[in-house]
């Protein structure tokens, strides 16, 4: 399974971002997949996932301002980010696994950037 993923970039507070993931292999459709974010100097935490039964889990710093959906069609995930703030700044990294904490395979990370 190979997950690539694109978007990010450079925004100012308040703007908006939109992250993709798509993913290789025969497992995205049986699979929870989704987002985590590394700060610098923090451990990689959770964003936001979403299960094949489009069950969705956030992290409270990002509810209400982030929305993940998936098109198991397209073995696709995206995260639309509104409502910036610098503290979302950090490399975001797509996972697929069995569930939010289970990480099977890691897509290679895009960072975000969000400036005051």
């Known amino acids: 399974v190979q997950l690539q993923a694109s978007g990010g970039g450079s925004v100012q507070a308040g703007g908006s971002l939109s992250l993709s993931c798509a993913a290789s292999?025969?497992?995205?459709?049986?699979?929870?997949v989704g987002w985590y974010r590394q700060a610098p100097g923090k451990q990689r935490a959770l964003v936001a996932g979403?299960?094949?039964?489009?069950?969705?889990n956030y992290a409270d710093s990002v509810k209400g301002r982030f929305t993940i959906s998936r098109d198991n069609a397209k073995n696709r995930v995206e995260l639309q980010m509104n409502s910036l703030k610098p503290k979302d700044t950090a490399v975001y990294y797509c996972?697929?696994?069995?569930?939010?904490?289970?990480?099977?395979?890691w897509g290679q990370g895009t960072l975000v950037t969000v400036s005051s």
């Open positions: 996972f697929i696994g069995p569930g939010f904490g289970q990480v099977s395979y």
């Open positions: 292999g025969r497992i995205f459709s049986v699979s929870a």
């Open positions: 979403i299960t094949r039964g489009l069950v969705t």
